[in-house]
């Protein structure tokens, strides 16, 4: 089933039940089932090839099985797969044009950005590094540096900063 939305099936709808007159009820067996790790990711334009004043452009990604949870959040990336259109469905079926929402099915993902693991130090950073960690005001140093063209709002920039360095290990 390559659909956004699953309803099990409650009645048998064979034409030999129906025609017998058979009111039996379907029950899905997960355990029969075979569950396919699905993921939907937005594809964004990076920054420097954005034109001026503009918004990036973006793109819907299925990713299907081991594709799944190769890409984070902030990753370059090439990726390949099928450009196909989004069918409607329901109501929204019914009120259908010639336009259609479309998304890749990702086939193959090749990322590009380095990991925070790969990153060479040199000795002049280390040394910055370890000059900031001496500094107590290196929290309110950091929040600052966010927008530095908005004035005040220092509690609103803290929280930025955390959200940009915090997060949680991925298991």
Known sequence: IKQRQ???????????????NVKGKLYMQTRASKFLAF???KLQELTDQVPVGHIPRTMTLHMYGAACRQLTPGDV?????????????????????????????????HRLKKQYDEIEMTPED????????????VYSHLARSIAPEIYGHDDVKKVLLLLLVGGVNKT
């Open 6 to 20: 699953f309803t099990p099936l409650t009645e048998c709808p064979s034409e030999a039940c129906q025609q017998n």
């Open 77 to 109: 990336a090439n990726v390949t797969g099928i450009f196909l259109p989004m069918p409607y469905t329901g109501f929204r079926a019914l009120r259908a044009g010639l336009l259609t929402d479309t998304y890749l099915d990702v086939q193959y993902v």
């Open 39 to 41: 993921q939907e990711v």
């Open 126 to 137: 280390e040394q910055i590094i370890e000059q900031l960690k001496q500094d107590p005001n």
